[in-house]
Every structure is written in C-alpha cells, then in structure tokens.
C-alpha cells in the first residue's frame, strides 16, 4: 500500500468522495453532516492523500490546519472493497505522524453517533483518541462525537 498526496483531479478519488457523502447521508441528518466535499478538500490549510494499491484506490484521509499547534481529521473513508485491509489504520497511523511531523499539540475529529460509526469510534480509540467537547466551531450535536489526540511528549 502507498500513501501519497493527492490534488484531487482524478476521477476515482471523485468516485470515492461521492460514495463517503452517500455514507455520511445514510446515517446522519443534513444539519449534522460535516464532510467536504471536493471543493471543500481544495482550501487552503487542507491537505488530502490516498492509499493505493497499484491503480486501486483503497482509501483517503485529509489533514485540516486549525492553527499551528492543532489539527483535524476530515475525509477519512476506505473503498468498500478494500475494507477489513487495514486501509483506515494506515491512514490513521499516517496522520498521526504528519500531525507530529508538523509539531501539533493536538488532533482532533468529529464523527457520528450513531451505530454505523461504531467501527470509526473503535479505531480512533484504539490509537489513544478520547472525547471532547466540540471544537473549532462545531456545536454540541446528538449526532455527532467529538474526539482528540494528545501529542505533546508521551501523549
């Protein structure tokens, strides 16, 4: 598997960000929907990789700037066809790095409530995410969990 950053022209990342906001639209109301879409993965402060297996496109993940010391999660999805891989723990574990990397203090996400975001939950915990009050402008939402990294010295 091969990480790499992505500029987002391709017509399989299209494919997958379209199938992530189909996702996103099953099981979360409109009002409590917080991914990007393409545009929205072009701003400033964003930037996007995805995980390839020669041409296959097996997932992505983007890393947002809040500030110089803290970041957030946005995009991460794997291909249906490439889940149970470990598409998502390599995206993770990538992230994580380039947040240290970047000398953040802290990495953060908002994800859903409900059941379906069971698996997403377990992942982010499995790497020493706890919940949060909301952060960088999110509200308090039932729909949504809020989660974050430490990654000062030891954290």
């Known amino acids: 598997m091969i990480i790499r950053e992505d500029d987002l022209r391709g ?12 996702v996103m639209a099953l099981h979360s109301p409109p009002e409590s929907r917080h991914a990007l879409d393409l545009e ?3 701003a400033p402060g964003i930037t996007f990789w ?14 947002k700037e809040l500030d ?10 794997t291909a249906e ?13 990538h992230l994580i790095a380039e947040a240290r990397r970047r000398a953040y203090r802290r990495l953060s996400l908002e994800t859903g409530s409900m059941a379906g975001f069971e698996p997403a ?6 790497f020493g995410f706890d919940f949060c009050a ?5 509200r308090p939402d039932p729909n949504s969990v809020f989660m974050t990294l430490s990654l000062d010295a030891g954290g």
């Not at 110089?68 to 999805?77: A, D, N």
């Open 50 to 63: 995805t995980a390839w297996d020669d041409a296959q496109l097996l997932g992505c993940a983007a890393l």
């Open 40 to 42: 929205g993965l072009r």
């Open 121 to 126: 939950r377990a992942l982010y915990r499995g």
């Open 11 to 22: 017509a399989e990342i299209a494919a997958l960000l379209l199938a992530h906001l189909e």
């Open 81 to 93: 066809a490439a889940r149970g891989r470990g598409v998502a723990r390599r995206l993770l574990e």
């Open 134 to 138: 909301p952060f960088a402008g999110y």
């Open 68 to 77: 110089g010391s803290h970041g957030e999660i946005k995009s991460m999805h």
